[in-house]
């Protein structure tokens, strides 16, 4: 089973990035997908779900910015960041979970600096 986020790099305060998380080797429709993030010295905190049902829920942090998505037929989920801050910046992990069985990704980096 594989993970591969993509589509982190270096962003301006006020950008935009989309990052994108394929799936292999699992039924993609049944599992909730979620985003963490990792800043440097930092805990591991989760920023958005999205259920198998679309539903989808942020953190306080990012609510009305950031937005997850999924499309079961490309086995993929997505976060589409708007409005990015300083803050923002850490590694960026994508996580599939169904029941008991959970898959992360690698992580991809993304910063936010001018």
């Known amino acids: 089973v594989q993970l591969v986020e993509s589509g982190g790099g270096l962003v301006q305060p006020g950008g935009s990035l989309r990052l994108s998380c394929v799936a292999s080797?699992?039924?993609?429709?049944?599992?909730?997908m979620r985003w963490y993030r990792q800043a440097p010295e930092k805990r591991r905190e989760l920023v958005a779900t999205?259920?198998?049902?679309?539903?989808?829920l942020y953190a306080d942090s990012v609510k009305g910015r950031f937005t997850i998505s999924r499309d079961n037929f490309q086995n993929t989920a997505y976060l589409q960041m708007d409005g990015m801050k300083p803050e923002d910046t850490a590694i960026y992990y994508c996580h599939a979970q169904n029941l008991g069985t959970q898959y992360w990704g690698q992580g991809t980096q993304v910063t936010v600096s001018s």
């Open positions: 080797e699992i039924i993609f429709s049944h599992y909730t």
């Open positions: 999205i259920t198998t049902d679309h539903d989808a």
